[in-house]
């Protein structure tokens, strides 16, 4: 018999199966009460890949990057190659842990889990794709401390020991903040910010929508064109730039379309 108590009505919402515009929206921005520089962490306790815990009572002698992300989050597909190296240079001094939440694109292929044992499938095969080098937690069916936190995709909070949020980024691709972040509070500095940071991280994810949406199924990129029409375009605008970096071709594709506008617009003034 099964002794857990059920499902969260809140979780199960949290649990989306298509990606609509008011997620969308929803990730853009913290609200005013949102865990950010100076809050204590939540109480929580959740296990790793590798058979050990990671619990806000015992977080360790080092400052803890903690990172949410999923498979189908094209920002932690741009995200995790600059948190590989931050860790390559921090690893000694600072202790990485990614979370692994809700899905942000489910779809067909890479649905959203419905148990725990899914749930722990999917942060498997989310370790397994980037090759992570530290450590992958695994948050409860319900996303309890990704909702605890406001549940951003791909958010990265810099903890001290103590338990006490010092930086907050809203992408973890934002790797020049996180370095500055780091720098300083391996230094021996005190930490206190934020990163704002949104137009830069949003494109550089672009070039990523593509393969996320052949991995977790076609029901996904039909969610983005419904849910997020700009961002469908420019990941189709981004897949004519295949030679470049992923993380540079929604940059690209931005550049080709305003010069096509320009074009045709230059074209309606010599016309009329």
Known sequence: MDLRPPADPVGSDYRFDRFRT?????????????????????GFDLPTLDGNRFTSGALGPRPVLMVFGSRT?????????????????????????????REAHPGQTIGQPTTDADKHRHARRLRHHHGVPFEVAVDDIDGTLHRAFTPKPNSA?????????????????????????????????TVHGRSRAMVGPLLRAVGH??????AAGSRTGHDVWRAAPPLAVLGAVSRLFARLPADRRGPAAVAALLSACAAVAGLLIVSG
Not at 22 to 42: C, E, K
């Open 22 to 42: 008011r997620l969308l929206i929803d990730d853009m921005t913290f609200g005013r009460n949102a865990l950010g520089p100076g809050s204590p962490v939540p």
């Open 73 to 101: 989050c094209p920002v932690t597909e741009s995200a995790v190659p600059a948190l590989k190296r931050l860790h390559a240079r921090y690893g000694e001094r600072v202790r990485f842990v990614l979370v692994n939440t």
């Open 157 to 189: 909070y810099l903890i001290d020991p103590g338990g006490i949020i010092r930086f907050r980024a809203h992408w973890a691709n934002d790797e020049a903040a996180l370095r500055a972040a780091l720098d300083r509070t391996t230094s021996g500095e």
């Open 209 to 214: 929508l593509p393969a996320v949406v052949a």
